[in-house]
Structures are given as C-alpha cells and as structure tokens.
C-alpha cells in the first residue's frame, strides 16, 4: 500500500497560484494519484485525479513527473473559500480499496 | 441526484453503550465505504462493503462492525464504547468501474460523543 506524504500546512493569500505536493515512493504501476479537498465537518470531495504528466480541470491542475514518486496540486487564484484541508490519495484501481488517507495539508487562505 | 446521507448528523454516548450510525449511498452506488476520523490521526479506514459482502476491512478492533442491505444501505455498530472512539464518522460510496476511480462520494458524517 503506497503511503503519501504531503506538508502539515500552507499559508497563502487571496489571488495567488497554490502548489502542494505530495510524495508517494511506493506508487505501484496500476496506481493513481486522487486529490480529495474537506471542508470542517464535511466529508472530503473530490478535486482531481491523474496517473502521469498533467491533468486540468475547472478546479485544479495536476502535475505527475514521470517516475510518479511525487505529484503537485495547483490550485490557481485561491479564494477565501479554498481554505480547507487537501489530500492525497494513491488508488489502486483493482480491487484492493483499503486507502491509506494521510493527515493532509491544511491550506489556509487570507485576505 | 440525493447525495450520500448519514443519520443521525450527531450522537452522545455513554461509555459501555453501544451505537449503530446508517450510510445511504448515491442511488445505484452498491460500494459503501466508512472511515474514522479524529485530529490526531486523519481518516482511518473502517472497512468496505460491495453488495453486501465485506471486501476490506481496516485495523480497528472487533467491536467495530457493519454490514450492507440489499438496497445497498449500509450501518456501522460499534459496541462497549470507549473514550477514544469518539470521533467523524464518515461513509463514501462508489459504484465501482474498474477503471479509474473518481467516485468516493462522502457524507457529512456522524459526529459520535463518547462521555
């Protein structure tokens, strides 16, 4: 099972480029790399998932090397509201499902 | 499209009593997963259900439990409750593709008070 090691926490202000990166030594060929966003007493929610180079959506990018020991989360032009705790996951996409959750990355966002 | 619901939102507890928290997932989602969380320890995984079989299970101990209906609904039950047990509980469901998985859907959670 491929462990994630991601910072405690971030600091940024309003209008800025986040990154967050995440290691993960132990991915496994079949794996892929899950970003999960939570919000205080809410479940987490899904932002955006890649297996190598890079994925873009309306929220996020993602950036895979191509070793895959490492990812980054760009979250760009951060608001208030993207305050919140971001995590890494490494899915299996067979059938083992037992996600190892890190304690994630509390982004703090000010004015 | 109803998101995942868990009932009740919030719970007290005694120490020794025991507790059942349910898991309704996304219509037509037939995995449902639980997870533990508390500020120390981040999400810990509960264990997994799929058609109403277990197919994973974390490390916690015997006293916690769960099982799915044929509808897919899912509860949790842990027993002689502790202290230590209070805590997020939170259900996902996923209709499994075997594919890339983008559908863990979370609830809101239980927020469980053992005193």
């Known amino acids: 099972l491929a462990k994630t090691t991601q910072p405690i926490s971030m600091d940024s202000y309003e209008g800025q480029e986040v990154n967050i990166t995440c290691s993960h030594n132990n991915i496994a060929t079949n794996d892929y790399i899950t970003w999960y966003q939570q919000f205080p007493s809410q479940g987490p929610r899904f932002i955006i998932q890649?297996?190598?180079?890079?994925v873009t959506n309306e929220v996020a990018s993602l950036f895979i090397p191509a070793d895959r020991k490492s990812s980054t989360l760009s979250l760009p032009r951060v608001s208030l509201s993207d305050t919140a705790v971001y995590y890494c996951?490494?899915?299996?996409?067979?059938?083992?499902?037992?996600?190892?959750w890190g304690l994630g990355t509390s982004l703090a966002v000010n004015p | 499209k109803a998101g995942v619901t868990q009932t009740p939102r919030y719970l007290i507890k005694t120490r020794g009593q025991q507790v059942t928290l349910s898991c309704s997932p996304i219509s037509g989602h037939r995995s449902v997963s639980w997870y533990q969380q508390t500020p120390g320890q981040g999400l810990q995984f509960l264990f997994e259900y799929f058609s109403e079989t277990q197919r994973n299970k974390g490390n916690f101990p015997g006293r916690f439990s769960g099982r799915q209906f044929s509808n897919s609904r899912s509860e949790m039950n842990v027993s002689t409750l502790e202290l230590g047990d209070s805590a997020l509980y939170l259900c996902?469901?996923?209709?499994?593709?075997?594919?890339?998985?983008?559908?863990?859907?979370f609830g809101s959670g239980t927020r469980l008070t053992v005193v």
């Open positions: 890649g297996y190598k180079t890079k």
């Open positions: 996902a469901s996923r209709e499994p593709t075997g594919d890339q998985d983008y559908g863990y859907t």
């Open positions: 996951l490494v899915l299996n996409a067979g059938n083992n499902r037992k996600l190892i």
